[in-house]
């Protein structure tokens, strides 16, 4: 759980990056640190990034599903191997191992 004075800063970075402000580095840094630990700050980056990049309010958007970088979007598989390690996640951002 967020403190008040966490929780507005992070709301105030957010609302600067979702509306493409400039936002220092030092306040990046301190949020990207703060949603590696925190599932609600890591929402809430991640809605704001992804409202940055999709202006049209797409689908995904609204369900803030996929990463937020679309360059990172898999556009294509070249087989079974590729789907598989597609599927496959080596990153520990499941809540049961941050939380």
């Known amino acids: 759980m967020l403190s008040t004075q966490y929780r507005l800063r992070l709301e105030g970075i957010c609302k ?3 509306s493409g402000t400039e936002v220092s580095i030092e306040d990046m840094i301190w949020a990207q640190k703060l ?5 609600s700050a890591r929402g809430m980056l991640s809605q704001a990034r992804r ?13 803030d599903i996929g990463d ?5 979007h898999k556009k294509g598989f070249n087989g079974a191997d590729d789907i598989a390690d597609w599927f496959k996640n080596d990153r ?3 809540w049961r191992q941050r939380d």
């Open 68 to 72: 937020s970088d679309p360059k990172k």
């Open 51 to 63: 409202l940055s990049t999709d202006e049209d309010g797409s689908c995904l958007k609204f369900l």
């Open 16 to 18: 600067d990056i979702a």
């Open 35 to 39: 949603a590696k630990v925190n599932t």
């Open 92 to 94: 520990s951002d499941d």
